[in-house]
């Protein structure tokens, strides 16, 4: 069998950020920025880190600073050139290379799984990655680089996965898995439940927002019918890809914040801010002068 690799990532980002409202009335949820880089960086950077050269961004209306953000600044760079303001330049500069970066858009919010067969057409008969930018995973290897080399042990579909608390369960698609006897970070897959009740849920295993899919899923987002919300939904097809692949879960090493949520954003922010080269030792410094 020829050994696939992982070269592609589809970074969904057409969702409306309700949740930050009113900060996402006009600006996209992906450009809140964590400390001085938008979340969409990190999901780029990420995939990056991983091995990925293409990128492709799903994304929707009044969302085209995503695309400015990742483009040349003729003016800006020019001005700062001139003003000899030279790490500026590199760091502003630095953004446009990180990777071949394609966009398709959603015309409408009809779910997960919707937004990632937008990418069909520009992924074509490969295995490719997905990343939901909401979710960041902080740790010393990447995420999705860690799934990539189990990726590159199983040639089959993964899906990032952790161990949440009691009812929190019904915020994640959920694993009925049991561990792999040789690889306990693997979890072999029976059967996938999105968003169930916490009396039905087959376990504590969530969904995370990382993913390795074989092409397959593609015909299968094309039968899914309206899922959990009425949304065409990701875990659906993997539930169906069940029947002709293998599937696994994979526990990551690593820290993960929920981004898309203000608790959590805000987390991200402090742990992150903590350890910024620039501003974390004066940060740290003045958290702990804090009397809460
Ligand atoms: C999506 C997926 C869900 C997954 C979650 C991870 O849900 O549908 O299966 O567990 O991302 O963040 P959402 O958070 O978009 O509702």
């Known amino acids: 069998m020829i050994q696939q690799k992982v070269r592609k990532a589809v970074i969904p980002a057409a969702g409306f950020g309700t949740r930050f409202l009113p900060a996402t009335k ?6 809140l920025p964590l400390v001085d880089k938008p979340l969409i960086q990190y999901g780029v950077e990420e995939a990056v880190a991983a091995g990925c050269t ?8 009044g969302k085209t600073t995503m695309e400015d953000h990742f483009d040349r600044a003729p003016e800006l760079e020019a001005a700062l050139r001139a003003r000899g303001k030279t ?18 858009r959603q015309p409408e919010a009809l779910g997960l799984g919707h937004a990632v067969l937008m990418a069909k057409e520009l992924i074509g008969n490969e ?9 960041i995973v902080d740790g010393e290897v990447a995420c999705l680089k860690q799934m990539v080399e189990a990726f590159d042990e199983t040639q089959s579909t993964i899906l990032g ?44 295993n969530a969904i995370i927002g990382r993913y390795i899919l074989t092409p397959r899923i593609f ?3 094309e039968q899914v019918q309206p899922g959990s919300g009425g949304e065409i939904q990701l875990t659906d097809a993997i539930k169906a890809l069940l029947q002709f692949e293998k599937v ?23 742990d992150l801010a903590i350890k910024h080269k620039d501003v974390g030792p004066a940060f740290r410094d ?3 002068k804090q009397s809460f």
């Open 248 to 270: 696994y879960g994979f526990h990551y090493v690593g820290k993960r914040y929920d981004a898309g949520d203000k608790l959590g954003f805000l987390q991200a922010t402090v």
């Open 26 to 31: 006009a600006t996209p949820k992906e450009m």
């Open 87 to 104: 790490e500026l330049l590199r760091i502003a500069c630095s953004v446009t290379k990180l990777a071949r970066i394609s966009y398709v």
């Open 219 to 221: 015909e299968l987002l």
């Open 286 to 288: 003045w958290l702990q």
């Open 127 to 135: 295995p490719f990655a997905v990343i939901l930018p909401d979710d």
């Open 161 to 204: 996965s952790e161990v949440v608390e009691g009812d929190a369960i019904s915020l994640y698609g959920c694993l009925d898995c049991v561990p792999d006897p040789i690889n306990p970070r693997l979890l072999d897959i029976s059967n996938l439940v999105e968003k169930p009740k916490p009396q039905d849920a087959p376990s504590q």
């Open 54 to 61: 293409d990128i492709i961004i799903v994304t929707g209306r």
